[in-house]
T-cell receptor, first 117, second 111 residues
Framework: GAVVSQHPSRVICKSGTSVKIECRSL??????MFWYRQFPKQSLMLMAT?????????EQGVEKDKFLINHASLTLSTLTVTSAHPEDSSFYIC?????????????FGPGTRLTVL | LAKTTQPISMDSYEGQEVNITCSHN???????ITWYQQFPSQGPRFIIQ???TKVTNEVASLFIPADRKSSTLSLPRVSLSDTAVYYC????????????FGSGTRLQVQP
């Protein structure tokens, strides 16, 4: 199957700093990628839709100025958590569908665990 | 996108068959039933999908009754490595929208 990678796999940062998370589709092009956040023992919550060449679409309650998304190429989307605070500590996961793929099938990255001290 | 209901958690022992049932009473005609598996600290992965009757692959079987208002994921002879959260979706996404995950079923396999 298709592979989506994320980097870094885990990051620890101080409160107030910014952190960039990369999501790459390794063997296919992804005009759309999705960013989710998952807190312990909870389900995945969609944060935003990343579209290559255009602005991201954010879900209600997600601050676009805090979670900056850039989809600069057909294989790379980045999520920057600006001025991170301890409440931003979470597991961030990206996904991408393949054009012409199976219904309801998306390929997920391995996730990035962010810990803000 | 149909609302799905699954048990929050299940426990099993190695070697047993595990059946996880998902309810999707308001499933639409064009919706497919899809199951994802998520291991701890990993992203979910697609494991099986069906529209009606029975589907089997190398990982699991999926049973869907004629009314399609529920489905059952069957994992034969589970091992410790099957410990994961299993999510049921009833949807018809072609890649233009994000997937919506419910609470999932947390399966714990004991030795």
């Amino acid at each position: 199957g298709a592979v989506v990678s994320q980097h870094p796999s885990r990051v620890i940062c101080k409160s107030g700093t910014s952190v960039k998370i990369e999501c790459r589709s390794l063997d296919f092009q992804a005009t759309t990628m999705f960013w989710y956040r998952q807190f312990p023992k909870q389900s995945l919550m969609l944060m935003a839709t990343s579209n290559e060449g255009s602005k991201a679409t954010y879900e209600q309650g997600v601050e676009k100025d805090k979670f900056l998304i850039n989809h600069a190429s057909l294989t790379l989307s980045t999520l920057t958590v600006t001025s991170a605070h301890p409440e931003d500590s979470s597991f961030y996961i990206c996904s991408a569908p393949i054009r012409g793929g199976r219904i309801n099938e998306q390929f997920f990255g391995p996730g990035t665990r962010l810990t803000v001290l | 996108l149909a609302k799905t209901t699954q048990p929050i958690s299940m426990d099993s022992y190695e070697g047993q068959e595990v059946n996880i049932t998902c309810s999707h009473n308001n499933i639409a005609t064009n919706d497919y039933i899809t199951w994802y598996q998520q291991f701890p600290s990993q992203g979910p992965r697609f494991i099986i999908q069906g529209y009606k009757t029975k589907v089997t692959n190398e990982v699991a079987s999926l049973f869907i009754p004629a009314d399609r208002k529920s489905s059952t994921l069957s994992l034969p002879r589970v091992s410790l490595s099957d410990t994961a959260v299993y999510y049921c979706l009833a949807s018809q996404d072609t890649g233009r929208r994000a997937l919506t995950f419910g609470s999932g079923t947390r399966l714990q396999v004991q030795p």
